[in-house]
């Protein structure tokens, strides 16, 4: 029976051209081309101008990454968490019946009624289980 040898480094983009992935050498080519196309069509200015813009946008699609993410990805996550809708699973649902309105006392009226006996809190269970480990009973 012939064993196969399994990759290992499978999420690594390969080499081709020195440091150059297969992905990023060809952005930059397209950046390129896109530059000697200025070239061809706009005057000397511009083609600069133009030129500088697009090899720094290129270059920093190509090289850059956020959070281990190609800033093309990073861009295109914002562009659609932007435009898509949003739902919200926490809204206040209305309630079916109508509530009961309730006149607030005033200072005066709280003042001048008795005070009445304090509640008496119940103690958690927890408490009670707790009691009832240590003890062992």
């Known amino acids: 029976m ?3 040898p399994i990759p290992q480094f499978i999420e690594q983009e390969g080499k081709i051209i020195f440091f ?3 992905r990023q050498f060809f952005m930059l080519v397209g950046g390129g081309a ?3 196309l200025y070239f061809v069509l706009l005057p000397f200015y511009f083609f600069v101008m133009g030129s500088m813009i697009t090899l720094a946008i ?3 699609i190509a090289f850059i990454k956020i959070d281990g993410f190609p800033v093309i990805t990073t861009i295109l996550n914002f562009a659609g968490f932007s435009v898509a809708s949003k739902s919200y699973m926490w809204q206040k649902k209305e309630a079916s019946y109508p509530f009961k309105i309730q006149k607030k006392p005033e200072l005066g009226e709280l003042q001048n009624t008795p005070t ?3 509640v008496k809190m119940q103690t958690s269970k ?3 289980i707790k009691k009832l480990i240590e003890t062992k009973k």
């Open 34 to 36: 896109l530059c000697a």
């Open 126 to 128: 927890l408490n009670d």
């Open 20 to 22: 150059l992935t297969f």
């Open 2 to 4: 012939a064993q196969y």
């Open 58 to 60: 290129t270059a920093i």
């Open 116 to 118: 009445t006996a304090p």
